[in-house]
């Protein structure tokens, strides 16, 4: 007999080598071991790959969905509102300042400029603004002195846009 079958005849002894048992009590416990065949491979229990755990439902998209679209729905009003808002106080701003400027010119010069570009030359503005409604800088309306005597031809300026502002007023008033 060789020495291993003796070992297994004679049982374990102290300090002797035996072979390793491999107990299973429950099968969907056990591992394999490195490079051996797995038993029971392809009889029920199947491995999801990482994605497919991370994914979401198709119910679940179609609810954030809803609600991105219910709060888009709340949010664009307001914020064309208070676009329109904007440009309505940007030009209310414009007007106060190149009608200050007209009346510098006037006090300084004694005459109304000939043109929007006068004052721009003579640094009375650093530029012709835009029309903020009309987004054009040509659409003005110079408005000429009411005297006949006096000199100039700007008076006065108002927006050329056409419409009224959300309090009810035409642009064409300011």
Not at 1 to 21: F, K, V
Not at 22 to 44: F, K, M, N, V, W
Not at 121 to 132: H, S
Not at 144 to 164: C, F, L, N, Q, R
């Amino acid at each position: 007999m060789g020495e291993r079958e003796h070992r297994r005849a004679a049982g374990s002894s102290a300090g002797a080598e035996t072979e390793p048992r491999i107990e299973l009590l429950d099968p969907s416990r056990a591992r394999a071991a490195p490079g051996a065949q797995q038993l029971g491979a392809g009889t029920g229990t199947r491995r999801r790959s990482p994605l497919t755990q991370c994914a979401f439902t198709l119910i679940e998209l179609i609810i954030v969905l809803a609600i991105l679209a219910l709060l888009i729905t709340i949010a664009a009003p307001r914020y064309f509102a208070h676009i329109e808002r904007t440009k309505e106080a940007t030009l209310k701003q414009d007007l106060v300042v190149m009608r200050d400027a007209i009346d510098k010119f006037h006090g300084d010069k004694g005459r109304y400029p000939e043109s929007l570009e006068e004052l721009v030359a003579l640094r009375y503005i650093r530029g012709v603004p835009v029309d903020p409604i009309t987004e054009s800088v040509s659409t003005w309306r110079l408005v000429p002195p009411p005297d006949s005597d006096v000199k100039g031809t700007v008076y006065d300026i108002k927006s050329g846009a056409e419409g009224k502002s959300l309090d009810g007023k035409p642009f064409a008033e300011w």
